[in-house]
């Protein structure tokens, strides 16, 4: 084949889940193979000269906070727990490798071996993003405008929690939790997640405490609750400062139910 030329491959049929919509610009065609290429993908990326605005924060408000012990808790004291994907699968994939590892390399039986766990890889990546998408559709439900930590997922995934982390691959579920929220019509926005867990949502004092105590006590208020439903508080608090708050009374005034308006106006003015 000479330089440039491109290899033709014919027609090849496709399982088109919609149509592509009237006046769209095709820009690029991915084909991906996954499981050791016996599923093919074809990923078409469109394009429409056309200004989409974004949408306003409005309606109710909700912080949340990600963890290891639950998977998020929600500044409304809503928790979800955390699946072990990975894990829960662990023995059986550690069972196939070593079966794929006994047998003659490049034989029949080791290319059969190997797609076994190619296939349970690609169960446990499927069944991980089915989880977040439903999570993410979950918070949509609930509210109108969310407030997520911008995590530094990067180093989560080379400290010591690193395989907990690289499992409930929260990165991932940001990415997918802000799709959802655009799609939805709702207001997605990460903020600033450094000192949440150590600052009190009620009064915003310092109240200094390692990752082994799990719960929250403020001694200047009193304020005790668990400590990520006081990071998640705190998430929605810094949250709402980044955008205004409708008060011309057309029912669009952002709400802050488990603390009151009166408490978000108070703070704003630094009393």
């Given at each position: 084949m000479r330089?440039?030329?491109?290899?033709?491959?014919?027609?090849?049929?496709?399982?088109?889940?919609r149509e592509i919509p009237e006046g769209f610009?095709?820009?690029q065609v991915r084909v991906l193979a996954k499981a050791r290429q016996t599923q093919w993908y074809v990923v078409i990326s469109m394009a429409?000269?056309?200004?989409?605005?974004?949408?306003?924060?409005?309606?109710?408000?909700?912080?949340?906070?990600?963890?290891?012990?639950?998977?998020?808790?929600?500044?409304?004291?809503?928790?979800?727990?955390?699946?072990k994907f990975f894990k829960s699968l662990q023995g059986k994939l550690e069972l196939l490798q070593r079966r794929a590892a006994r047998k003659q390399k490049r034989s029949n039986n080791w290319e059969k071996a190997q797609l076994k766990v190619a296939r349970l890889h690609q169960k446990i990546a499927?069944?991980?993003?089915?989880?977040?998408?439903?999570?993410?559709?979950?918070?949509?439900?609930?509210?109108?405008?969310?407030?997520?930590?911008?995590?530094?997922?990067?180093?989560?995934?080379?400290?010591?929690?690193?395989?907990?982390?690289?499992?409930?691959?929260?990165?991932?579920?940001?990415?997918?939790?802000?799709?959802?929220?655009?799609?939805?019509?709702?207001?997605?926005?990460r903020v600033d997640p450094r000192g949440?867990?150590?600052?009190?949502?009620?009064?915003?004092?310092?109240?200094?405490?390692?990752?082994r105590v799990r719960e929250h006590f403020c001694p200047e208020c009193g304020y005790t609750t668990h400590r990520d439903?006081?990071?998640?508080?705190?998430?929605?608090?810094?949250?709402?400062e980044l955008v205004p708050v409708d008060n011309s009374g057309n029912g669009n005034r952002l709400s802050s139910r488990s603390v009151g308006g009166e408490i978000l106006d108070k703070w704003r003015k630094g009393v």
């Open positions: 330089h440039g030329s491109h290899l033709k491959i014919g027609l090849v049929p496709i399982r088109l889940h610009q095709v820009k429409l000269d056309v200004d989409i605005p974004d949408h306003p924060a409005v309606g109710r408000a909700i912080g949340i906070d990600l963890g290891l012990e639950k998977f998020l808790t929600t500044s409304d004291g809503f928790t979800v727990e955390r699946p499927n069944t991980r993003k089915d989880f977040h998408l439903k999570t993410a559709h979950l918070l949509c439900d609930q509210a109108q405008t969310i407030f997520a930590e911008d995590l530094n997922t990067v180093g989560l995934n080379r400290g010591m929690l690193r395989f907990d982390c690289i499992d409930a691959s929260f990165g991932q579920f940001l990415d997918l939790l802000k799709w959802v929220a655009w799609k939805r019509g709702c207001y997605f926005k949440t867990s150590q600052t009190c949502p009620e009064c915003q004092a310092t109240v200094k405490k390692d990752l439903h006081a990071a998640a508080q705190m998430i929605r608090w810094r949250g709402l």
